[in-house]
């Protein structure tokens, strides 16, 4: 099983996102991350969807993709080929005991501390993916109370000729 990342810029209106979510479903194929927003014009979103399968279910989801009326174009990135980033927000709860340990991991994953109380902190990073899974692992031994993570967004890498 092979990962694609398929950027697909589509007209901003409502309905769209469940016409290409709609497209994955009836054919099978899994959504593994899925982000849209706006993009400079209003008028048109960017869906960054990361989905699987060997070479002709990642040939036939292009070609189901292109063939939407409200699709106006589709890049197709290896991993190589762009920049990902994730953002994810993590509430846990602390005490005396592991705070020095949550504030460790903070320092060396990059991660800040954007909200506290007595007993929780809420964490936010912006980081790969796989970062962002590295990080929940290191949080399995502290009591992770809440979770909520964007998805996948990527770029193409700058090139001279773009």
Known sequence: MKKQIYSVLVENRSG?????????????????????????????????????????????????????????????????????????????????????????ICDIMNAEIVDMSKHFMMIQICDVPERIKLMLQLFQSISIVEVARTGTLALSKCMEND
Request: charged letters at 35%.
């Open 16 to 104: 769209v996102l469940g016409k290409v979510a709609g497209l994955f479903a009836r054919r099978c194929f899994n959504i593994d991350s899925l982000a849209v927003g706006e993009t400079d014009s209003p008028d048109v979103s960017c869906m960054t969807i990361v989905s699987g399968g060997d070479e002709r279910t990642i040939e036939q989801i292009e070609k189901q993709l292109n063939k939407k009326l409200d699709v106006i174009k589709v890049k197709m990135f290896k991993e190589e080929q762009c920049i990902t980033r994730e953002l994810m927000l993590v509430k846990v709860k602390y005490n005396k005991n592991n705070r020095k340990d949550i504030m460790e």
